[in-house]
């Protein structure tokens, strides 16, 4: 299996702009979770989805932010307006169901953004 | 409030010893805790999970241990080398669902 997938790697932006994230799960893994990290606050849960529901998004930090998970296999993570302090790597990661699984995520290699 | 603590940020070590990293955590009993490595530039990688009945975990050169009372973790890398090098996060999940991790800022090793 190729893993979680995550694109672009980089993106360089200008404040105001829509900037929309990617992620494809491992196949058969049925929970999708998005964090964003930084220096300042390291590894931070944005929302997570299990079977393509969003469950919990309280860590979405404001309405600019939305997440969605059109299929079983893919979701986005989307800015718009995006601002300079948006500025961080955002990581997919995904987890098989409890009862295969323990709980461990699968990171993807992650998307670093930078709004100038 | 609930918090999670790494030891320090920055820890060296010398090849062929023993490095222990802390990861202390208030006002919550999780079920288990686990362990991830992370590189530069990459994502965090899956080490180990220690469940709250399980006093001590070994995978290889790592060991971690689990003090429900004090609240503590400990991960132990034995005969450390220099690929060890990495920053290295505990993570919890504080919210009861057994779905959602909090992570520690991460202790970077340096071999």
């Known amino acids: 299996d190729a893993g979680v997938i995550q694109s672009p790697r980089h993106e360089v932006t200008e404040m105001g702009q829509e900037v929309t994230l990617r992620c494809k799960l491992i196949s058969g893994h049925n929970s999708l979770f998005w964090y964003r990290q930084t220096m300042m606050r390291g590894l931070e849960l944005l929302i997570y989805f299990n079977n393509n529901v969003p469950i919990d998004d309280s860590g979405m930090p404001e309405d600019r932010f939305s997440a969605k998970m059109p299929n079983a296999s893919f979701s986005t993570l989307k800015i718009q307006p995006s601002e300079p302090r948006d500025s961080a790597v955002y990581f997919c990661?995904?987890?098989?169901?409890?009862?295969?699984?323990?709980?461990?995520?699968?990171f993807g290699e992650g998307s670093r953004l930078t709004v100038l | 409030s609930q918090k999670i603590e790494q030891n320090s940020e920055a820890l060296n070590i010398q090849e062929g010893k023993t490095a222990t990293l802390t990861c202390n955590y208030t006002?919550?009993?999780?079920?288990?805790l686990q362990w991830y490595r992370q590189d530069p530039g990459r994502g965090p990688v899956f080490l180990l999970l220690?469940?709250?009945?399980?006093k001590e975990k070994r995978k290889e050169r790592l060991k971690v241990t689990f003090d429900t009372t004090l609240k503590q973790s400990l991960f132990h890398i034995t005969a450390s080398q220099p690929a060890d090098s990495a920053t290295y996060l505990c993570?919890?999940?504080?919210?009861?669902?057994?779905?959602?991790?909090?992570f520690g800022s991460g202790t970077q090793l340096t071999v």
């Open positions: 220690i469940r709250e009945n399980e």
């Open positions: 990661a995904s987890s098989p169901g409890l009862a295969g699984g323990t709980g461990e995520l699968f």
């Open positions: 993570a919890l999940d504080m919210s009861g669902s057994a779905r959602q991790l909090t």
């Open positions: 006002n919550y009993s999780p079920a288990y």
